[in-house]
């Protein structure tokens, strides 16, 4: 329990006393963020308009697709990347050692 106590106060310790790391680290995601909104708006938002202001045939059809992805969240979508990101890096060494003349 001390360790995670001291750590805990380290934590503070480096936010508080603005670590150059932490204000890096804090500004890089903001800016990560803030470009993940605006290019799901650039995308999205025409998309969705089109999909809501014009009649044609299969709307309900597109709508029953594209709902089920709304209802996920985030940590999701960045769990998945991760796995799948992780999954290839292992799937090209593999395939590496299988090209490998024996030694």
């Known amino acids: 329990m ?3 106590w001291r750590a805990l106060v380290q934590a503070v310790n480096l936010i508080v006393s603005l670590d150059t790391e932490v204000v890096q680290i804090s500004l890089r995601s903001l800016y990560i963020s803030a470009a993940s909104i605006i290019i799901a708006a650039l995308f999205c938002v025409p ?3 089109l999909i ?3 009649d044609f045939r299969g709307k309900r059809v597109v709508i029953n697709v594209i709902r089920p992805f ?3 969240r ?3 979508w ?3 990347y991760s796995f799948l990101s992780r999954a290839q890096a292992r799937w090209e060494d593999w395939s590496c050692s299988l090209h ?3 030694s």
């Open 78 to 80: 960045a769990f998945s």
């Open 47 to 49: 998309i969705g308009s």
């Open 52 to 54: 809501h202001f014009h």
């Open 100 to 102: 490998r003349p024996p």
């Open 74 to 76: 985030p940590w999701w």
């Open 2 to 4: 001390q360790e995670i």
């Open 70 to 72: 709304t209802a996920f």
